[in-house]
């Protein structure tokens, strides 16, 4: 059974920066691509950033140079550093890992971008 558990998120003021933690119970957590989702009100889940076992990363085009993907293997811990964060960014996000076709999906974790 694969678990995500998502951290690190809260209230920041706009221009602000998070950075959102996800640990996963996943063996050959190396192996697998990993991203980062986002869920606002009213709106469609939607790809925030992926990274593959092989390191290489995927970006949404409203967080290109404001967001970094990045990955402990050693803790299979995959990370989202949001920097120059905005009110647009609000959103639930959501860890997710490609397992043999299947995704698993942690259960969410709340940012909030407000003055």
């Known amino acids: 059974q694969v678990q995500l558990v998502e951290s690190g998120g809260g209230l920041v003021q706009p221009g602000g920066s998070l950075r959102l933690s996800c640990a996963a119970s996943l063996s050959s957590f190396s192996a697998y691509t990993m991203g980062w989702y986002r869920q606002a009100p009213g709106k469609q889940r939607e790809l925030v950033a992926t990274?593959?076992?092989?390191?290489?990363?995927n970006y949404a085009d409203s967080v290109k140079g404001r967001f970094t993907i990045s990955r402990d293997n050693a803790k299979n811990t995959v990370y989202l550093q949001m920097n120059s964060l905005k009110p647009e960014d609000t959103a639930v996000y959501y860890c997710?890992?490609?397992?043999?076709?299947?995704?698993?999906w942690g259960q969410g974790t709340q940012v909030t971008v407000s003055s």
């Open positions: 997710n890992a490609k397992v043999m076709l299947i995704n698993y």
């Open positions: 990274t593959t076992g092989g390191g290489s990363t």
